[in-house]
């Protein structure tokens, strides 16, 4: 059973814009601190960003002020607006979800594209 569904990647060009959605069942949505992470080829996974059941919201320094991370509780999602997009930012990406007894699920991934 899927429990994470990620969309909205794609190619874009240098400067350019996308938003990632991760819909989730309710049952892990609502207990849970969602985020978001990428993976280039040849490198680790890395946090991109976080909220909390609250909205408390941690972003890596390589994407603040550029990226936000948002929740809608009641649609189950959770969202990335990346804007001033660059070629480093080319990964692919996974949406995360921490459940508030620490059992961990991942997204299939989505990939996104920085054309320069």
């Known amino acids: 059973q899927v429990q994470l569904v990620e969309s909205g990647g794609g190619l874009v060009q240098t400067g350019g814009s996308l938003r990632l959605s991760c819909a989730a069942s309710?049952?892990?949505?609502?207990?849970?601190?969602m985020g978001w992470y990428r993976q280039a080829p040849g490198s680790q996974r890395e946090l991109v960003a976080i909220?909390?059941?609250?909205?408390?919201?941690t972003y890596s320094d390589s994407v603040k002020g550029r990226f936000t991370i948002s929740r809608d509780n009641a649609k189950n999602t959770v969202y990335l607006q990346m804007n001033s997009l660059k070629p480093e930012d080319s990964a692919v990406y996974y949406c995360?979800?921490?459940?508030?007894?620490?059992?961990?699920?991942w997204g299939q991934g989505t990939p996104v594209t920085v054309s320069s």
């Open positions: 909220i909390t059941r609250v909205s408390s919201t």
């Open positions: 995360n979800a921490v459940r508030h007894d620490g059992l961990t699920f």
């Open positions: 309710r049952a892990i949505f609502s207990l849970s601190t």
